[in-house]
């Protein structure tokens, strides 16, 4: 009931409705437990303002595309460090007649872009070239994504979906604590990366929660967006200002690579989960959906329920189901356009088997055993995912990124965005990490016009045929074990969603060779018998940001945010 009172209080526009909601559910112990309740509709995301601005589409008639478009550019005001319009966007959706679908909004090198442009001549990594800078970003794709499913699926009129965002940046909006720490962090990558004084760095005094923030050039560039569509970014004065800024900085991107970009429809992958589910989630050039479901496959053969949440047993095999998958990550996984991903072997049951037939259950398998790699470190990332859906039942599942936080720190000046670096999501060489720890070979080698290789596994499960969750999560490499165990703790630990998403992490990526875990998620008998078997554990301060929806048995959606990693809120009506 605190929760309820709280959300009262912050959210007068839907309270009532709220009120409503929860005193016409069955009186239980775990409700109590729960997130947001809602009848008519629901959007999960990173931010609060966000999220009440898809609600608000959503109650003036709008489908759960329109709050998708209208959340996502209301994220790239609001929530600057991930949101944005010069990164990039994934989409999986389910709607009410159980069609399925995606659409990849993933960025695209250069045309000028080549295997070696991050080495020295020696042909040795250049330290964070391919991380700040310039050189560092890849051609946009989540505006065009934006504007393709809208033309596709979307009700409302498309200035109607992009006015909030533009009313934002105008206006201002309030920083949150942790907002204000980020810019303050960030000050000085800002005031490299940059050649001319850039409002997010105050010179006067660090940022402090309740400060006031414009984005007036922002504001500009989304009235473009929102009288021209499409042409808005990638044409006319918005492109000029790109290139120009681009030219200054010593970056490859031309009027040509803005132009020609476009998102490309692909179709979801799929399994099976025990009898009762399905699991739908993103085609790569994302590795998150493949990775996903041979995590879910490999599940299937282990009593995890019997075992218990956070048990060494339990925690023991899922690290080493999700080792063989980064393994075969680094070595099948790239763009389907310029690389043959085997995407059929990778989800064919009997090769997953097959692959996890050497785990052992008392004993950790050595890395080299499953795959040789050096890899020594991971660092932070900034991504955000939001989760909607309607009263109809349509449910959206997007990700969109910069890549690290604030992307490659520069904005276009006369633009007020800010730059992706995704261009470090290649393999800039190969068997050689990018900032997740992630390794790759040549089916993630630059390539001119090639999109790099995600992590981003925005993902909707079915149940007995019918809509059951919508979820996914920020966090690089770590994304996809964070998706994959909050199912696990609906499916199989019979959490709540709120429960699930609020529940400590772990995380393996099968380099480096040792086991992220949350502060205070295990027992020391728990990690006494984890590191007899072999295991290093390194404690962490968070593991990703998980924004989700579960659709209850009485037809009600309950709305997740990560409310204990973010300053998320997930409102409804």
Known sequence: M??????LKKYTLFAWVLVFAVACQPISKQLENRGTLAKNGLVSSAHPLASQVGVEILKKGGNAADATVATFFALSVVYPRAGNIAGSAFV????????????????????????????????????DLSLIGHLAVGVPGSVDAMVEMHKKLGKLAWKDLIQPAIDLANNGFKLTKREAESLNSTKESFKKANRYPIHLVREDRPWQEGDIVF???LAKVLERIRDNGRDGFYKGETADLFVREMEKGKGIITKEDLANYKAIWRTPVKTPYKKDYQIISMPPPSSGGIALLQLMQGTE???????????????????ELERRVYADRATHLGDPDFYKVPVEMLLNPAYNKKRNESINSNQKTPSTAIKEGNVRAIESVETTHFSVVDKEGNAFSITTTLNGNFGSKVMVEGGGFLLNNEMDDFSVKAGVPNQFGAVGGEANAIEANKRMLSSMTPSIVEKNNDLFMVVGSPGGTTIITTVYQVIINVIEHQMTMQQAVNAKRFHHQWQPDLILM?????ADSVKIRLQSMGHVINEIGGLGKVDAILRLPNGMYEGASDLTRSDGAALGY
């Not at 995606?102 to 070696?116: F, L, N, V, Y």
């Not at 949350?518 to 295990?522: D, F, L, R, Y």
């Open 2 to 7: 605190l929760y309820l009172v709280i959300m």
């Open 92 to 127: 999986v959706y389910r709607l009410d007649n159980g069609d399925i679908g995606s659409i990849d909004g993933r960025e695209k090198a250069p045309s000028k872009g080549h295997r070696d442009m991050f080495l020295d001549k020696d042909g040795n990594v250049i330290k």
């Open 215 to 217: 984005y007036k050039e």
């Open 301 to 319: 053969n282990y009593p995890f329920r019997k075992w218990g949440f956070l048990n060494s047993q339990t925690i023991h095999t899922m690290t």
């Open 518 to 522: 949350e502060k205070g998620a295990i």
